[in-house]
């Protein structure tokens, strides 16, 4: 049974560069969530999806972040240009339903991104 | 003000002990669910025990135990005889239910914890 997945596992880049990172949601899910964890400020969440819609986007930090899901089985985090600060490790996670206080959340591996 | 606390930022424990991780949270939303994750030095997010606002008894997973305390606020993780593969930093969240839409969980700032020999 496969989890969520999440790609690159590693991504290093120079400051300017578009980063673009990748995540395949658990089949049959219908919410799905970007968080950001930094050494400063902990696991922040940037966006969540429910049915491929973006419901809330408040903690996405700047117009730079943006963040897509073309379908219920793929969503992708876009930063352009990137910049040193955005050095973080991104996490995708995904859960049953919404609305459900219960349900738990299942988080990929993340992506370990460095701007240099 | 903070959803979650989480007052240990670092905590030493001999092997075999007990460890209990402070929790607090704050919310007006009468239905909520409370959730431990544990991150180990790799990084992967693991969940560990669910509590939910209206259960009348305390959460338990095998060796992790939830003393949910609603009117203080309050959801302690409870580790009983501690092992040297529990080393990790553990995250107390949050997910709140108001709004009808899928929120995401708030996460404290985490609690590392080392198990010593």
């Known amino acids: 049974d496969a989890g969520v997945i999440q790609s690159p596992r590693h991504e290093v880049t120079e400051m300017g560069q578009e980063v673009t990172l990748r995540c395949k949601p658990i089949?049959?899910?219908?919410?799905l969530f970007w968080y950001r964890q930094t050494m400063m400020r902990g696991l922040e969440l940037l966006i969540y999806?429910?049915?491929?819609?973006?419901?809330?986007d408040s903690g996405m930090p700047e117009d730079r972040f943006s963040a897509k899901m073309p379908n219920a089985s793929f969503s992708t985090l876009k930063i352009q240009p990137s910049e040193p600060r955005d050095s973080a490790v991104y996490f995708c996670?995904?859960?049953?339903?919404?609305?459900?206080?219960?349900?738990?959340?299942?988080f990929g591996s993340g992506t370990q991104l460095s701007v240099l | 003000a903070q959803k979650i606390t989480q007052t240990q930022p670092g905590m030493f424990v001999q092997e075999k002990e007990a460890v209990t991780l402070d929790c607090t949270y704050d919310?007006?939303?009468?239905?909520?669910?409370l959730f431990w994750y544990k991150q180990p030095s790799s990084g992967e997010m693991i969940f560990l025990i669910y509590?939910?606002?209206?259960?009348?008894q305390n959460a338990t997973e095998g060796r992790y135990s939830l003393n949910f305390q609603k009117a203080r606020k309050s959801a302690n993780l409870v580790i009983s005889a501690s092992q040297l593969g529990d080393s990790a930093m553990y995250f107390c969240a949050m997910r709140e239910r108001s709004g009808g839409g899928a929120d995401g969980l708030t996460f404290g700032k985490g609690t590392h914890l080392i198990i010593q020999p």
């Open positions: 509590q939910g606002s209206y259960d009348q």
């Open positions: 996670a995904s859960s049953p339903r919404a609305g459900g206080g219960g349900e738990k959340l299942f």
């Open positions: 999806f429910n049915n491929n819609v973006p419901i809330d």
């Open positions: 919310t007006s939303d009468p239905s909520y669910g």
């Open positions: 089949s049959g899910h219908n919410s």
